[in-house]
């Protein structure tokens, strides 16, 4: 590749100040429409680093960077901004790159007039909005006294509140943050008397005296106990939390603490293993899914543990099949037929592939000592594919050496094919060598394959080879905003006329819908 030789600095900026362009955005797009001298750089701030004095000097000619320029005083800057009536930063930056605002007045105010009167973007748009830091909050007595009067409930409801208009201006939104010498809490802050537990802890009442307390609620579960922990009733000296508070404090369980009675499911003492097992037999259940169902009703005893695998893991327990008395056995403590006798009888049933073979497996005919998966039973004991198994013949493809890509290319060449779809069905047909893949996209993906029209000798491209040689959509979609506008251009009869007559820019497809989003393409014309 030849190395480009770019003109001087000086002459490259007269050329591009002869574009007439006011911005680097434009500039960039014009870059990519192939318009350009080959010796005048996309990214000229790169190339000429020690001449580079800002994109303003670069496109207007004559124009001094914004830094070197002669401002109005603050006051009359401030002044000249206020009768624009602009509300926010936002709406000032965009007044900034309109092109409309005067040279004398700077597009970055608070740095020029740093220190010369600036006071914030609300002092100088003339909103009257100060910055969050530079306000003067109330006292942290005279704020809080204001926020218990709201009787907001909880954190939520001041976050609720802040984003409405009601907030004082002194007032903070994050008072947290505001006052952190005098901050304890959102409970003090909005007076619902709730504090932290960390702040709390010392003053929890003792575990005897708090249990004692709490039984007389009469609450049946840990359900009932977080409803009443989150009502106004809650005694404010016992903990939500007392399996942390009183964890080493005499804390039991929860049908303790409750007073319920209720074990948890850890410290319970459970019936030996054979007498528990005598009992699920007289229930005469099926399967472990009818285990399940019965162990969640109010029929099951407490000393019968609901994991009884887990429990009697290392005391008896050997399947669910034992336990509930049906006699079935899992598929990881069965005894199979070795692998030469399960494909003999596999090889009987004249199936055709993997497929065949799964479908007649859900049935009841399979044997109980024949897999349902031989292909993890027997993976290292003889299986080589489903092909074998079942008697086909068929070789799996990732176990097939293709030809390699040019052969393959041209063979495909010879067919006659006008597209991918094609290729797929005459390949379901069996009429394509063994040796030549399915999927030649997959299969010679890094081995030389370009597109289908490459690969069957048409030459199409496809659209996703298309979508790699376009401009991106931030892109295209000022250049399709341009045109249309220049040529007044509303609806998309007028647009399919103009591109069949005009040559577009290089990367700039026709039809959007084709390349790009549907949802972005409906709203290149506006």
């Given at each position: 590749m030849r190395k480009i030789i770019f003109q001087s600095f000086e002459e490259a900026r007269k050329f591009a100040q002869t574009l007439k362009i006011s911005n680097q955005t434009d500039w960039r797009i014009k870059?990519?429409?192939?318009?350009?001298?080959?010796?005048?750089?996309?990214?000229?701030?790169?190339?000429?680093?020690?001449?580079w004095k800002g994109w303003g000097d670069w496109l207007r000619a004559g124009k001094k960077p914004e830094r070197e320029s002669t401002f109005l005083t603050f006051e009359e800057a401030r002044t000249t901004v206020n009768l624009l009536n602009l509300k926010n930063n936002k709406e000032w930056r965009t007044y900034c790159s309109s092109g409309r605002k005067p040279e004398n007045i700077p597009s970055n105010p608070n740095a020029v007039y740093k220190n010369k009167g600036w006071k914030g973007f609300g002092d100088w748009l003339g909103t009257?909005?100060?910055?969050?830091?530079?306000?003067?909050?109330?006292?942290?007595?005279?704020a809080r006294k204001f926020s218990q009067s709201l009787q907001l409930g909880n954190q939520y409801g001041w976050s609720q509140f802040c984003k409405s208009d009601k907030k004082p201006t002194d007032i903070p939104q994050s008072p947290y943050k505001v006052y952190k010498k005098e901050w304890i809490s959102w409970g003090d802050w909005l007076g619902t008397g709730t504090v932290a537990s960390q702040v709390k802890a010392q003053q929890w009442l003792p575990f005897s005296e708090a249990k004692k307390y709490v039984h007389t609620l009469q609450l049946s579960g840990k359900e009932e106990w977080s409803k009443y922990c989150k009502s106004n009733k809650r005694h404010l000296e016992i903990p939500a939390s007392p399996d942390k508070s009183y964890k080493n404090k005499g804390w039991k369980d929860w049908g303790d603490w409750l007073g319920t009675g209720t074990i948890a499911p850890r410290s319970r003492e459970y019936r030996s293993f054979d007498e528990a097992r005598e009992f699920t037999h007289s229930l005469k259940l099926k399967n472990q899914k009818s285990w399940l169902v019965f162990s969640k009703s109010n029929k099951k005893p407490n000393d019968i543990p609901k994991n009884?695998?887990?429990?009697?893991?290392?005391?008896?327990?050997?399947?669910?099949?034992d336990w509930t008395g049906s006699g079935s056995i899992g598929p990881g403590l069965r005894k199979h037929r070795s692998f030469k006798k399960a494909r003999e009888f596999a090889h009987t049933l004249g199936l055709t592939g993997a497929n065949e073979w799964r479908a007649f497996a859900k049935g009841k005919k399979l044997p109980n000592?024949?897999?349902?998966?031989?292909?993890?039973?027997?993976?290292?004991?003889?299986?080589?594919?489903?092909?074998?198994?079942?008697?086909?013949?068929?070789?799996?493809?990732?176990?097939?050496?293709?030809?390699?890509?040019?052969?393959?290319?041209?063979?495909?060449?010879?067919?006659?094919?006008?597209?991918?779809?094609?290729?797929?069905?005459?390949?379901?047909?069996?009429?394509?060598?063994?040796?030549?893949?399915?999927?030649p996209n997959l299969t010679?993906?890094?081995?030389?394959?370009?597109?289908?029209?490459?690969?069957?000798?048409?030459?199409?491209?496809?659209?996703?080879?298309?979508?790699?040689?376009?401009?991106?959509?931030?892109?295209?979609?000022?250049?399709?905003?341009?045109?249309?506008?220049?040529?007044?251009?509303?609806?998309?009869?007028?647009?399919?006329?103009?591109?069949?007559?005009?040559?577009?820019?290089?990367?700039?497809?026709?039809?959007?819908?084709?390349?790009?989003?549907?949802?972005?393409?409906?709203?290149?014309?506006?």
């Open positions: 870059g990519r429409s192939g318009k350009f001298p080959d010796n005048i750089p996309r990214d000229p701030p790169s190339v000429y680093k020690k001449d009257g909005r100060v910055a969050t830091h530079l306000r003067k909050h109330r006292t942290f007595e005279d009884p695998n887990q429990v009697y893991k290392d005391k008896g327990w050997s399947s669910w099949g000592d024949i897999p349902k998966n031989p292909n993890q039973v027997y993976k290292d004991k003889g299986w080589s594919s489903w092909g074998d198994w079942t008697g086909t013949g068929i070789i799996a493809s990732y176990n097939i050496k293709f030809r390699d890509f040019k052969k393959a290319r041209e063979f495909a060449h010879t067919l006659g094919l006008t597209g991918a779809n094609e290729w797929r069905t005459l390949s379901k047909t069996r009429k394509i060598p063994k040796d030549i893949p399915y999927g010679y993906k890094h081995k030389g394959w370009v597109s289908w029209g490459d690969f069957l000798g048409t030459g199409t491209i496809s659209p996703a080879e298309i979508s790699k040689q376009t401009i991106s959509w931030k892109e295209a979609k000022l250049l399709y905003r341009k045109i249309t506008k220049e040529n007044k251009i509303t609806t998309r009869k007028q647009w399919e006329k103009y591109v069949k007559i005009y040559k577009l820019p290089k990367g700039l497809p026709p039809y959007p819908a084709s390349i790009y989003t549907k949802e972005r393409a409906r709203k290149m014309i506006k």
